[in-house]
């Protein structure tokens, strides 16, 4: 307990999930401990190390970036090391290659618990890693459990509590079944998700997670009784409000053509659409998403990604309807590559953000009080959605409560809704700022 005192500097071990939603803020969290004066051993694949952007120098010199070589897995592409790289058919791979690190992570564990000096004095496991915790347990180093959003915790526990089920959000049906799968045997991997969440719980001694009760009051105080554990709020972890040292100087000319095509556009009068880096629509749900975005007659911004497997042009012309490039030439801009979205949500001709609702996502549009066009797809999502909904920061896009379908007419209903219509407008903005004096508060998240 002595080398758990404020004045002693501890060793952390942070080993996030691999995915880029997960390596990102984990990487944040543990600079933010490196900068108190902690030593941290961050443990992940070599490519997803070299992935990283660089690390901040007042945290550089007590942090250790740890490479474990990903298992080959036959059918999984070379160099799959994040979910990135993933065809959404090979996740079950990924999981059976993710578990094949298992033991060069106990022998990292075994060398460091043989010497006091390097000994860690905890180790922080995102929610899949029950062979972290496993190693963690078998040294007698507590481990701590790193949870998703108190919203989904909340609601995606079949056996959760009565008060649990009286304050969170009822699921639409379209969810419900997907999240069935996560209770099912992950194919080559043997082990569903749930599976994995309970066998790493069980040998943890407490969870964290990237949130804060002012963010999520309803559902945070019932995350403990959900789990059985205690839960300690690590904060959102928000990302430098100017980009800072994450823009990718390799990216110059891409953020020069989104930058500079903002700068041509009055204030607040865009609309920034981007689904994140791992939800790539069908084909028919971007036209959907095209055709709406041109129906609202507002301009847009739009980091569009490709489909899985699919060969598209860097302006995006093979997945968009025929003629919409040539129709809304002077009302947005389609771009395919790198954009710099930090900047992008920083600029001023931005006036909004049509967003999938991943919680780095949320954090980053909310830092500059954007009000939200929401259209989650998986995941976290949708209980994200529904809380922001609750807090009137935005409105979801309408969906079909059977298979979950979107048109165009729901795409640009809710983006008028945000982004022109006066009283709605009004209320959404100011939704955005009152969450925008949580996610900004340095004070608040740094605590």
């Excluded at 990102?24 to 997803?48: D, F, I, K």
């Excluded at 009286?166 to 099912?184: K, L």
């Excluded at 990604?305 to 002077?330: C, I, N, W």
């Excluded at 980053?364 to 929401?374: A, I, K, N, S, T």
Aim: aromatic share 6%; hydrophobic share 45%; glycine share 8%.
């Amino acid at each position: 307990m002595d080398a758990g005192s404020s004045s002693s500097p501890l060793h952390i071990v942070v080993v996030p999930w691999l995915a880029f939603g997960h390596l990102l803020p984990y990487l944040e969290l543990s600079e933010r401990l490196a900068e108190r004066g902690h030593r941290v051993s961050y443990v992940s694949t070599p490519r997803n190390l070299a992935r990283l952007p660089t690390l901040r120098p007042a945290a550089a010199p007590r942090m250790d970036l740890v490479a474990l070589p990903l298992p080959r897995v036959d059918g999984l592409p070379d160099g799959a090391e994040s979910t990135n790289d993933v065809p959404d058919d090979k996740r079950e791979l990924h999981f059976k290659a993710f578990d094949g690190l298992a033991a060069p992570f106990a022998e990292f564990m075994a060398a460091a618990c043989a010497d006091e000096a390097t000994r860690p004095h905890w180790v922080i496991a995102d929610c899949f890693h029950h062979w972290v915790a496993a190693a963690a347990f078998e040294h007698k180093v507590p481990c701590v459990i790193l949870l998703p959003t108190a919203a989904l915790i909340a609601t995606a526990h079949r056996d959760q509590p009565t008060e649990a089920r009286a304050v969170t959000h009822t699921r639409p049906r379209y969810e419900e079944e997907e999240v069935a799968p996560i209770y099912d045997d992950h194919g080559a991997s043997g082990m569903s998700i749930v599976q994995r969440f309970y066998l790493t719980k069980e040998k943890c001694a407490l969870a964290a997670i990237r949130s804060c009760v002012e963010w999520e009051p309803e559902s945070f105080r019932l995350v403990p009784t959900v789990i059985g554990l205690p839960v300690v709020p690590l904060g959102l972890l928000p990302p430098s409000p100017d980009g800072g040292r994450r823009a990718d100087a390799t990216n110059g000319s891409a953020e020069h053509a989104t930058v500079r095509w903002l700068d041509a556009q009055p204030a607040g009068s865009v609309v920034y659409v981007a689904l994140g880096s791992e939800v790539p629509l069908r084909v028919e749900q971007v036209h959907e998403l095209a055709l709406g975005l041109e129906l609202a007659g507002t301009r847009f911004l739009w980091a569009l990604r490709k489909p899985s497997g699919a060969a598209v042009h860097d302006d995006g012309a093979d997945m968009l309807p025929p003629g919409f490039q040539e129709r809304t030439r002077d009302q947005g801009l389609v771009t395919t590559g790198w954009v710099p979205q930090m900047r992008i949500l920083a600029h001023a001709a931005v006036g909004g953000f049509l967003t999938h609702c991943g919680r780095n996502s949320l954090i980053e549009g909310l830092l500059f009080g954007h009000p939200l066009v929401m259209l989650p797809i998986f995941g976290d999502q949708g209980p994200n959605a529904r809380q922001m909904e609750v807090k009137k920061v935005g409105l979801q896009v309408a969906r079909n409560e059977d298979d979950g379908s979107f048109d165009r007419h729901g795409v640009a209903s809710a983006v008028r809704a945000v982004m022109v219509d006066g009283d709605a407008r009004r209320s959404f903005v100011a939704g955005a700022a009152k969450m925008q004096e949580v996610v900004g508060s340095t004070e608040r998240q740094e605590r």
